[in-house]
């Protein structure tokens, strides 16, 4: 596609249900990143898939955060048992390489999620 | 901790009225600056990039300025359309070169 793809755009959910976040990147980038934009916060790393290499997860606030990429192209983040706290806007970006020399990050749109 | 901090949090400025934005970095052996641009309930879109002391780019109205503290960028001549948060962004010193660790941004309000 022409940018990164996420969905749903915006998402509202009840305290302790589990909700799954989708990300599509752009097309042939190889690196994907989660990040929490939290209100009057700046964006937070959460976690970063890089090929077929392990990722690094080490952004994830907790172990009800969890994420996974199949195929090298699309992702899901997983938050179990929401919590209040857990309210927020939660981006994804893709670059083409990802590590050696620093590379832009093109994000999505976000999902914003609101927990009741 | 690395650190980046942006000033102000908010400018209001007048159709035409040129100013600045700041954000100054803690990080030594700086390996790339990033600035964004993000709209109301949109995700950031991407500026510039400024990898060392002295570097410039510019952008129609946006030019974008590198000091081994600090990153301006200077608007002039702003029109109501360049109303955003401005973002900028920093890799991690000595760490891994994707965790950017971003500032929380100035919201700019141009108005006609």
């Known amino acids: 596609g022409a940018g990164v793809s996420q969905s749903p755009s915006n998402k509202v959910t009840e305290k302790g249900k589990d909700v799954e976040l989708r990300c599509d990147p752009i097309?042939?980038?190889?690196?994907l990143y989660w990040y929490r934009q939290s209100l009057g916060q700046g964006l937070e790393f959460l976690i970063y898939?890089?090929?077929?290499?392990?990722?690094?997860k080490s952004g994830l606030p907790s172990d009800r955060f969890s994420a996974e990429r199949t195929g090298g192209s699309v992702s899901t983040l997983t938050i179990q048992r929401t919590q209040q706290e857990d309210s927020a806007v939660y981006l994804c970006?893709?670059?083409?390489?990802?590590?050696?020399?620093?590379?832009?990050?093109?994000f999505g749109p976000g999902t914003r999620l609101l927990v009741l | 901790e690395d650190q980046v901090t942006q000033s102000p949090e908010a400018l209001r400025l007048q159709e035409g009225e040129s100013s600045s934005l700041n954000c100054s970095y803690t990080?030594?052996?700086?390996?790339?600056l990033f600035w964004y641009r993000q709209d109301p309930g949109k995700g950031p879109e991407f500026l510039f990039t400024l990898y060392s002391a002295g570097e410039e780019k510019e952008k129609e109205r946006l030019k974008a300025t590198l000091t081994k503290k600090e990153s301006f960028l200077h608007i002039t001549a702003p029109k109501p359309e360049d109303s955003a948060t401005y973002l900028c962004a920093v890799p991690p010193q000595g760490g891994s070169n994707y965790k950017l660790t971003f500032g929380k941004g100035t919201l700019l309000t141009v108005n006609p």
């Open positions: 970006a893709s670059s083409l390489l990802g590590g050696g020399k620093q590379e832009t990050q093109y």
């Open positions: 990080v030594s052996g700086l390996r790339g």
């Open positions: 898939f890089q090929g077929n290499s392990a990722p690094d």
């Open positions: 097309s042939g980038h190889t690196a």
